[in-house]
């Protein structure tokens, strides 16, 4: 990234994603964490005091006042990225916010439209994208080098701890296995081999009314196939294989991270290790400064169309297993 001038960031939300990101920031050059914000201001002056930013609000309204603030870092709740996104936009912020970037279809399109209308930047911080493992991985199919693909099998599960009133087990948080973590699954699909010519799924719904367990099934042309899973109950492999005509490309555990990744060639393993010494965020982070740099409205990797896209995949799921957000 060319040394150009410093990017002031605003981070609304300050939990545990939140404190992952603002410490990788503080990585990437030309970036400061600026002013962040909470609904409770001791947690945002404690938040900001040490990550050194300048200003704490107590509510997201302030910040996004803020003039000198470039560009704010959504890591809210799931239901609350909608209103929060379009506050920072109405007030001529550049947004990167949290996956999903909104509950369900209309919403994205309203916040994709809003950043359009005023003419600045927003990305869904789908952070594998940006990963150099996972480019190595698109690149190598991309390069044919391995023959067609013939399937994709990917995984993300872990124990939640057993508090129903959690944000994990709230549907009124957007709470389940789908959205929180079920999306990378589904990402992986998307990003691989586009969009499905048909979906079908089904879930466990627990007694709070979310999705502890989600298995997705997707099929595309020329009888290509894959196969996601999602759980909040136990913990899983969370790997990515993809089956090629010659051979397979394993993404190893925690395949939406910064990870490693393993060829297998005529049974033989060809292992890939790529040397990441930060929670991984840093990446997306340097790609949003380098594109407001370049005065874009809109990523080039993780496009508008993308987003719209996923939430397409994820309220196609939600209607299979019979979910419903209030």
């Known amino acids: 990234m060319s040394k150009q001038r410093t990017i002031k960031w605003g981070i609304v939300g300050c939990g545990k994603i939140a404190h992952k990101f603002a410490q990788d920031l503080m990585t990437v050059p030309g970036a400061i964490v600026y002013g962040v914000a909470s609904r409770d201001l ?75 209308k005023n003419n600045v930047f927003l990305m869904e911080a789908l952070w594998t994208y940006f990963l150099p493992h996972y480019i190595y991985v698109l690149k190598l199919i991309e390069s044919k080098e391995m023959g067609a693909i013939k399937s994709l099998k990917a995984d993300f599960g872990f124990k939640a701890p057993p508090v129903l009133e959690g944000r994990l087990f709230n549907k009124k948080l957007g709470g389940g296995s789908l959205l929180d973590i079920g999306i990378y699954p589904l990402f ?37 196939t894959a196969s996601l899973y999602s759980t909040i109950t136990k913990k899983t492999n969370t790997e990515a294989i993809i089956e090629m005509e010659k051979g397979t490309i394993h993404i190893n555990s925690q395949f939406y991270a910064p990870s490693s990744v393993t060829i297998y060639k005529n049974g033989k393993p060809e292992p890939k290790h790529f040397s990441v010494e930060t929670n991984g965020y840093n990446y997306e982070a340097i790609h949003v400064q380098e594109m407001l740099y370049a005065n874009k409205t809109e990523s080039t990797i993780m496009t508008f169309n993308k987003s719209i896209q996923l939430i397409q995949l994820l309220d196609a799921v939600r209607e299979k297993i019979g979910l419903v957000y209030l």
């Open 42 to 116: 001791q947690k945002a002056t404690d938040f900001g005091k040490k990550y050194n930013a300048l200003y704490y609000y107590g509510s997201y309204e302030e910040l996004a006042k803020n003039l000198e603030i470039d560009v704010v870092y959504i890591a809210t709740p799931h239901v609350f990225h909608y209103e929060n996104t379009l506050l920072c936009l109405q007030h001529q912020k550049a947004v990167l916010c949290e996956k999903p970037l909104g509950m369900h279809l209309h919403q994205v399109q309203e916040m994709i439209a809003c950043a359009k």
């Open 188 to 224: 992986a699909s998307l990003s691989i081999l586009g969009y499905p010519k048909t979906i079908n799924a089904s879930a466990t719904i627990g007694t709070t009314g979310v999705d502890e367990s989600c298995s997705i099934f997707l099929e595309y042309d020329q009888g290509i």
